[in-house]
Each structure stands twice: as structure tokens, then as C-alpha cells.
């Protein structure tokens, strides 16, 4: 599905079946494409690596619109590929300022190890680019998007899903409108979907003003628990996330057991082996149980969905 230039009018916020669609719509691209060639940020945005050993740096430039980046630089290099863990330094550059600081570095486009992954014999295959009985929801030139949700229920589980956010640079980094969707597992434990990055876990060393706060940002269990690493790639670049699920055990109506996750982010864990008390955010609201669905959640931003398959456990 390819726009020129997607504007979030009311006729596409119906057509994506908003329910937290912003009143002030802002440019919005779902083609790379055509983004790098509409808008001038485009292309410099993203990760840069310079050095070796321990000089070695790694670099993330996420655009602010208006020729402006929110730049934050990792010691002995990127997250999840080489960073140390020490504090990060982040600063508000203009276009010129970057192209000047990362002349000398090497940019690159990193790719999930876990990408393509096919799924082994005896999987279901809920979304491969054309419509299953395992999935309903709105299909378009072979990606699936948000507000989709699986029709088989199930238990234990391994699930692979690839997804892809929108650009849409106008909107603040921690904007819970910047490409926002999420996985909602038996509509209970969202792990959250959103264009975070760019920015910084440790939420008051930003250099813009968080308008969410930290477990809202992507890989978070939505507002219980932030990531180990963030490991967000640059907006239209294809990301994953694997997940190892045990759903909550009932005896007679009690619970005797809690749901537990392990979730791989592009490849590295994330959340290992974390136990979910109760649903996060509005699905603590609703009772837990041993056997449901998968949403891959809308609000009103077109994230696209592919190779999405299951291994029951």
C-alpha cells in the first residue's frame, strides 16, 4: 500500500478505524521511498557507527521536522551492537550541525537476525502476504494493518510478527500519535508498537519534552514495564518481535500461576522470562484467562504487519 502523501483527513482516519486520531493531522508517510523523496530529513535520519574498540561510537539521529534532529550517541556503539551502557549524550542539532558530525562516520541500516524468519512445520501461519483463515482484518498490496486480530484461540505460545511504522516527523518523539499500534495478547498484556526512536529510556535526559511517559514507548509492556535495551530502528524500517508467552493457570476459578514473557526486540531480549501480575494498562481491567486471541491493536496510525506465524507450545 503506497501513498504519495498520506494526510490523516476524516475519510482516512475512518478508512484506518481511528480511535485516538488527532485533531491537528500531520503529514504522515508509509512508502520510504516517496519520504526520501518529500522530505528533506529523510535520509540523514538514522544510525551511524565511527571507530574501533574503545573509541567506538554509535550515533542515532531521529528527525524533528523543520530541518532539526534529536541526536543521541552511544559509547563503544550502538544499542544491542556494542553500547556500554553508560549515560548517552543527546543534543538538538540543525541539518547542517549533523551532516558535519557524522561526515566521518559510517551510516547504517541494521537488519533483525530474526527477519524473513520462516515458520517451522506444524506452525500456523496467520499472515504470509495473502488472507488466512487465521487472521481478520484489512489487507492491502500484501501487508496486513493495524486493527487486525486473530480468529483461533490458543494457550502457550512462540510468536513471530514483522511490522513497520509510519514517518510522520511533525509529531514529538515520545508522541503517543507518532505511529502508535501494539500487541494486545488475549486482550490483556499490550507490548506496546510506536516510533521511539531516538530517544532516551531514561526519560529526563531527553532534550525535547516527553509528552508520555517511558513505559509507553515501544517494547514496553505498556505502562508496567520499559525494555531492558531499546532497540527501535528508524520509522518505514522493518522491525520484529519474537515472543515466548505461558498464559496464567486457573485451578477451580483461582489463579495459581501469573503470565509470563520473553521478548526479543530486532533480535535481542528485551523482556526475559518477565512475570505479568495482571493485564497491563486497560487490560487490567479485564479478567485474565488461560486461552484467547491476539490484537494488533489501532489507533488511527497505519502500521503495517507481515510473516506473522505461531507455534503453539
Same mark, same amino acid.
Not at 476524516?10 to 481511528?18: D, K, M, S, T, Y
Not at 549524550?89 to 537476525?113: D, F, G, T, Y
Not at 531499546?230 to 520509522?235: D, E, G, V
Given at each position: 500500500?503506497?501513498?504519495?502523501?498520506?494526510?490523516?483527513?476524516?475519510?482516512?482516519?475512518?478508512?484506518?478505524?481511528?480511535?485516538?486520531?488527532?485533531?491537528?493531522?500531520?503529514?504522515?508517510? #508509509? /512508502?520510504?521511498?516517496?519520504? =526520501?523523496?518529500? $522530505?528533506? /530529513?529523510?535520509?540523514?535520519? +538514522?544510525?551511524?557507527?565511527?571507530?574501533?574498540?574503545?573509541?567506538?561510537? +554509535?550515533?542515532?539521529?531521529?528527525?524533528?521536522?523543520?530541518?532539526?534532529? $534529536?541526536? %543521541?550517541?552511544?559509547?563503544?556503539?550502538?544499542?544491542?551492537?556494542?553500547?556500554?551502557?553508560?549515560?548517552?549524550?543527546?543534543?538538538?542539532?540543525?541539518?547542517?550541525?549533523?551532516?558535519?558530525?557524522?561526515?566521518?562516520?559510517?551510516?547504517?541500516?541494521?537488519?533483525? !537476525? #530474526?527477519?524473513?524468519?520462516?515458520?517451522? +512445520? +506444524?506452525?500456523?501461519?496467520?499472515?504470509?502476504?495473502?488472507? *488466512?483463515?487465521?487472521?481478520?482484518?484489512?489487507?492491502?498490496?500484501? %501487508?496486513?494493518?493495524?486493527?487486525?486480530?486473530? *480468529? *483461533?484461540?490458543?494457550?502457550?505460545?512462540?510468536?513471530?510478527?514483522?511490522?513497520?511504522? !509510519?514517518?510522520?516527523?511533525?509529531?514529538?518523539?515520545?508522541?503517543? /500519535?507518532?505511529?502508535?499500534?501494539?500487541?494486545?495478547?488475549?486482550?490483556?498484556?499490550?507490548?506496546?508498537?510506536?516510533? =521511539?526512536?531516538?530517544?532516551?529510556?531514561?526519560?529526563?535526559?531527553?532534550?525535547?519534552?516527553?509528552?508520555?511517559?517511558?513505559?509507553?514507548?515501544?517494547?514496553?509492556?505498556?505502562?508496567?514495564?520499559? !525494555?531492558?535495551? !531499546?532497540?527501535?530502528?528508524?520509522?518505514?524500517?522493518?522491525? #520484529?518481535?519474537?515472543?515466548?508467552? *505461558?498464559?496464567?493457570?486457573?485451578?477451580?476459578?483461582?489463579?495459581?500461576?501469573?503470565?509470563?514473557?520473553?521478548?526479543? $526486540?530486532?533480535?535481542?531480549?528485551?523482556? /526475559?522470562?518477565?512475570?505479568?501480575?495482571?493485564?497491563?494498562?486497560?487490560?487490567?481491567?479485564?479478567?485474565?484467562?488461560?486461552?484467547?486471541?491476539?490484537?494488533?491493536?489501532?489507533?488511527?496510525?497505519?502500521?503495517?504487519?507481515?510473516?506473522?506465524?505461531?507455534?503453539?507450545?
Amino acid at each position: 500500500m503506497k501513498f504519495r502523501l498520506l494526510l490523516l483527513t476524516p475519510f482516512l482516519l475512518v478508512l484506518f478505524g481511528a480511535v485516538a486520531a488527532p485533531k491537528d493531522p500531520v503529514p504522515t508517510w #508509509t /512508502d520510504p521511498d516517496l519520504a =526520501s523523496e518529500e $522530505h528533506p /530529513d529523510f535520509d540523514l535520519q +538514522g544510525e551511524y557507527t565511527a571507530g574501533e574498540g574503545a573509541s567506538r561510537v +554509535g550515533l542515532q539521529a531521529a528527525a524533528l521536522d523543520q530541518g532539526r534532529f $534529536h541526536v %543521541l550517541e552511544y559509547a563503544g556503539g550502538l544499542p544491542g551492537a556494542g553500547w556500554d551502557g553508560s549515560d548517552v549524550i543527546i543534543a538538538i542539532l540543525e541539518r547542517e550541525a549533523l551532516e558535519a558530525k557524522v561526515e566521518e562516520m559510517k551510516k547504517i541500516k541494521r537488519k533483525s !537476525p #530474526t527477519m524473513g524468519k520462516e515458520a517451522p +512445520g +506444524g506452525a500456523l501461519v496467520i499472515f504470509d502476504g495473502s488472507p *488466512t483463515s487465521y487472521i481478520k482484518g484489512k489487507i492491502e498490496e500484501g %501487508l496486513l494493518w493495524a486493527g487486525a486480530e486473530t *480468529t *483461533t484461540p490458543v494457550r502457550d505460545f512462540f510468536l513471530h510478527v514483522e511490522f513497520r511504522l !509510519p514517518y510522520k516527523p511533525a509529531r514529538n518523539l515520545s508522541s503517543q /500519535d507518532r505511529g502508535n499500534s501494539g500487541l494486545y495478547v488475549f486482550n490483556n498484556y499490550e507490548i506496546q508498537i510506536l516510533d =521511539s526512536f531516538g530517544l532516551d529510556f531514561k526519560k529526563e535526559n531527553n532534550a525535547v519534552e516527553a509528552e508520555s511517559e517511558n513505559n509507553q514507548w515501544c517494547g514496553s509492556f505498556y505502562k508496567f514495564k520499559t !525494555p531492558d535495551v !531499546p532497540m527501535s530502528f528508524p520509522p518505514l524500517q522493518w522491525q #520484529t518481535y519474537d515472543i515466548e508467552y *505461558t498464559a496464567p493457570k486457573f485451578e477451580e476459578g483461582e489463579k495459581v500461576a501469573n503470565a509470563r514473557f520473553t521478548i526479543r $526486540h530486532n533480535g535481542r531480549v528485551i523482556h /526475559d522470562d518477565v512475570e505479568l501480575p495482571k493485564g497491563t494498562g486497560g487490560g487490567g481491567k479485564r479478567p485474565e484467562k488461560e486461552e484467547g486471541f491476539i490484537f494488533f491493536q489501532d489507533h488511527g496510525n497505519p502500521v503495517a504487519f507481515r510473516n506473522i506465524w505461531l507455534e503453539k507450545r
